[in-house]
């Protein structure tokens, strides 16, 4: 490891420090936060060493939050609901606010409606 940070192309995987995640769209290291808008309009302000993997389709709009918190105001499109993915559990929105946190078992708040 150089610098604390090896990236391995093909097999997909990215470690920082002694963190261990698969490559993913969007990723946060140590003491980074980041807000990015997905290309539906969602946007999602992502905490400290978080990693977010999009999966859309046609007909839906999924993603996963394979570690770390995100919190997302979700664009309304009741054609494409949003799902979150987190461990073993999937929420799915209309149009909604929700913080999502996934630390060993995921835990999702309840949508906030605004």
């Known amino acids: 490891m150089i610098g604390g940070l090896v990236a391995a192309t093909g ?11 698969p490559a993913a769209d ?14 539906h309009a969602s946007k999602v302000p992502l905490n400290a060493r978080s990693v977010l993997d999009l ?14 918190q995100a919190y997302f105001e979700v664009a309304p499109d009741p054609a494409r609901p949003f799902e979150v993915a987190a461990d073993d559990i999937v929420t799915t929105a209309l149009g ?5 946190n ?7 708040a309840p949508p906030i409606k605004r």
């Open 11 to 21: 097999g997909g995987l990215l470690a920082t420090g002694t963190l261990l995640k």
């Open 26 to 39: 969007f990723a946060t290291g140590r003491g980074e936060t980041r807000s990015v808008t997905l290309p």
């Open 55 to 68: 999966q859309f389709s046609a007909a839906a709009r999924r993603v996963e939050l394979v570690g770390g």
């Open 96 to 100: 909604t606010y929700m913080g999502v």
């Open 102 to 108: 996934a630390k060993g078992a995921a835990s999702i």
